[in-house]
Nanobody, 124 residues
């Protein structure tokens, strides 16, 4: 079955950087678009970024555009989220995910498969 495991979260000061990773297994990774969502306490889960199966196209939420970069390494079955100039409002649990169909890319559709999440806390 599909397994997604996030890592790289932690506590960072405002203006700092973190790099999240997501290790994928149980699927032919190079055929699946991937993405990141986040959920802050008391708020709904929100889209952060997505990337096509080849890495050729990416999409970002307006709130992170210019600060976050999504990337992937198909040889390593890995997804990344480089987060720079972090702000307190970026504090959330970050989830990687994918859809159940190969070559599917509708960035703001909710995922069919989710990781367990990794906590990112940005202090002011």
């Amino acid at each position: 079955q599909v397994q997604l495991v996030e890592s790289g979260g932690g506590l960072v000061q405002a203006g700092g950087s973190l790099r999240l990773s997501c290790a994928a297994s149980g699927l032919t990774f190079s055929k699946y678009s991937m993405g990141w969502y986040r959920q802050a306490p008391g708020k709904e889960r929100e889209f952060v970024a997505a990337i096509t199966w080849s890495g050729g196209n990416t999409d970002y939420a307006d709130s992170v555009k210019g600060r976050f970069t999504i990337s992937r390494d198909n040889a390593k079955n890995a997804l990344y989220l480089e987060m720079n100039n972090l702000k307190p409002e970026d504090t959330a649990v970050y989830y990687c995910g994918t859809w159940s169909a190969i070559y599917y890319y509708r960035p703001r559709d909710l995922f069919n498969y989710w990781g367990q999440g990794t906590q990112v806390t940005v202090s002011s």
